[in-house]
């Protein structure tokens, strides 16, 4: 069973460039969740997605973030207009949103680096 | 609000000895579950330990043990028999209703031979 795979690993881009996370949760889980971690600190929620719906977006930047998670293929972090201050490592982390829904795994993560 | 405090941003310990890895947090939630995850300096984050609100027992899995103490709102680590490869940092999360995770700024862990 493979575990929450995250793309790319790695993501360079410039100011002013789009970047966009992919999230593939574990099989038969249907909660997302996106986190972002800054340099020396733990990681900080941002959203919360089930299948098509956004359940909870108050970790989100009003402006610039989005996310989406649609019926088929892998939840999406997108963030446009890239600035200095977007570079971290953001995570992704899938529940299976019953019975042992309190424990969230979490992917391998995406560093991002705007230059 | 929903907080989680880790105090010590760095740990020495022997190797084969204990530690202790300290959290403390702070909510209004009667429900919720307390986390502790380790970041290898390769960054993906793995789970260690759970414990519930409501569990009377201390949750234990291997040589890692939660001392959760309610009343102080503390849910310590514990790693016995320390090992090279536990060097990395450690977060204390928290999740209360609605599934978010709170997290600790955490505690980075360097064993010594």
């Known amino acids: 069973n493979a575990g929450v795979m995250q793309n790319p690993r790695h993501l360079v881009r410039r100011r002013g460039q789009e970047a966009r996370l992919r999230c593939s949760p574990m099989k038969g889980h249907s909660h997302v969740y996106w986190y972002r971690q800054l340099p020396e600190e733990g990681l900080k929620f941002m959203v919360y997605?089930?299948?098509?719906?956004?359940?909870?977006e108050s970790g989100m930047p009003k402006e610039r973030f989005s996310a989406e998670f649609p019926k088929e293929g892998p939840s999406i972090l997108r963030i446009q207009q890239v600035v200095r201050g977007d570079s971290a490592a953001y995570f992704c982390?899938?529940?299976?949103?019953?019975?042992?829904?309190?424990?969230?795994?979490f992917g391998p993560g995406t560093r991002l680096t705007v230059l | 609000a929903q907080k989680i405090t880790q105090t010590q941003p760095g740990m020495f310990v022997q190797e084969k000895e204990a530690v202790t890895l300290d959290c403390t947090y702070d909510?209004?939630?009667?429900?919720?579950?307390l986390f502790w995850y380790k970041q290898p300096s390769s960054g993906e984050m793995i789970f260690l330990i759970y414990q519930g609100s409501y569990d009377e027992q201390n949750a234990t899995e291997g040589r890692y043990s939660l001392n959760f103490q309610k009343a102080r709102k503390s849910a310590n680590l514990v790693i016995s028999a320390s090992q090279l490869g536990d060097s990395a940092m450690y977060f204390c999360?928290?999740?209360?209703?609605?599934?978010?995770?709170?997290f600790g700024t955490g505690t980075s862990l360097t064993v010594i031979p």
């Open positions: 999360a928290m999740r209360v209703s609605g599934n978010q995770f709170y």
């Open positions: 909510t209004s939630d009667q429900s919720y579950g």
């Open positions: 982390a899938s529940s299976p949103g019953s019975g042992r829904a309190h424990e969230q795994f």
């Open positions: 997605l089930q299948k098509e719906n956004i359940i909870d």
